[in-house]
C-alpha cells in the first residue's frame, strides 16, 4: 500500500462548481501538507501550504487537513475552466531535506 | 535563469544506452531534488541534494541510475543501459533554505522515451 493515495480521477464539472479532491494517508509522520497543480506538459506548481489539522483559505481555493482521519482535502469554489489541470496532494514527515511524498493526482476538467 | 531549466525536454533512446539529463536549479537553491513521473503513477522521488552532497538517495530504482552535482548548482542525472521501464518524465526541483517547507519549484521535465 502506497503511504498516499488519490483517486486518479478523472472528474468534470460544470464551470462554477464547487470541487471537492481528496488525499488519504497512512504514516502518521507526515506534518506537512501540500497542493500542486500541475497544467499538461508542465511542472507541477505549490497551490496550497498547510501544517497540522484545520482549514487553510486562499481565494477560491480551502485547503483542509484532518489529521485524525488521515484525510486532506482541497476544496475549489466557483471553478473556472482554467482550474482544468492536474491536482497533486503531497506530504513532508519534517524540516527542509525530507523528500515529498505525492500523490498519484487527479484530473480535473472544467467546462465552460 | 528565472526558473529551474531542464535539459533536453524530450530524448529518444534506445534500449541498452546511456542517457544524461541535466537540470539548472534557481540561482541561490541549495536544495535540489529529482522525480520521476511515469503515467499513471504520480511523482516517484529518486533523490535529493543539499548542496553537492545526496544525504538522502533513497529512490534510486537501480544501480544504473547515478547522479551528481557540482558547483551547488547544476544536477545531471545519468541513466545507463536504459531499459524501455525506465521511460518516464523526470523532473527536476529547487527549493530555497529559508522557504515554506515544501515549496518546490519544479522545471518542466525531461520526458524520456526508451524504444
Known amino acids: 500500500q502506497k503511504e498516499v493515495e488519490q483517486d486518479p480521477g478523472p472528474l468534470s464539472v460544470p464551470e462554477g462548481a464547487i470541487v471537492s479532491l481528496n488525499c488519504t494517508y497512512s504514516n502518521s509522520a507526515f506534518q506537512y501538507f501540500m497542493w500542486y497543480r500541475q497544467y499538461s506538459r508542465k511542472g507541477p506548481e505549490l497551490l496550497m501550504y498547510t501544517y497540522s489539522s484545520g482549514n487553510k483559505e486562499d481565494g477560491r481555493f480551502t485547503a483542509q487537513v484532518d489529521k485524525s482521519s488521515k484525510y486532506i482535502s482541497l476544496f475549489i469554489r466557483d471553478s473556472q475552466p482554467s482550474d482544468s489541470a492536474t491536482y497533486l496532494c503531497a506530504m513532508s514527515k519534517g524540516n527542509s531535506g525530507y523528500a515529498l511524498n505525492f500523490g498519484k493526482g487527479t484530473s480535473l476538467l472544467v467546462t465552460p | 535563469g528565472a526558473g529551474v531549466s531542464q535539459s533536453p525536454s524530450n530524448k529518444v533512446t534506445e534500449k541498452g544506452k546511456d542517457v544524461e539529463l541535466r537540470c539548472d536549479p534557481i540561482s541561490g537553491h541549495t536544495a535540489l531534488y529529482w522525480y520521476r513521473q511515469s503515467l499513471g503513477q504520480g511523482l516517484e522521488f529518486l533523490i535529493y541534494?543539499?548542496?553537492?552532497?545526496?544525504?538522502?538517495k533513497s529512490g534510486l530504482p537501480s544501480d544504473r541510475f547515478s547522479a551528481e552535482r557540482t558547483g551547488g548548482s547544476v544536477s545531471t542525472l545519468t541513466i545507463q543501459r536504459t531499459q524501455q521501464e525506465d521511460s518516464a518524465v523526470y523532473l527536476c526541483?529547487?527549493?530555497?533554505?529559508?522557504?515554506?517547507?515544501?515549496?518546490?519549484?519544479f522545471g518542466e521535465g525531461s520526458r524520456l522515451t526508451v524504444l
Open positions: 526541483a529547487s527549493s530555497a533554505d529559508r522557504g515554506r517547507i515544501g515549496e518546490l519549484f
Open positions: 541534494f543539499q548542496g553537492n552532497s545526496a544525504p538522502d
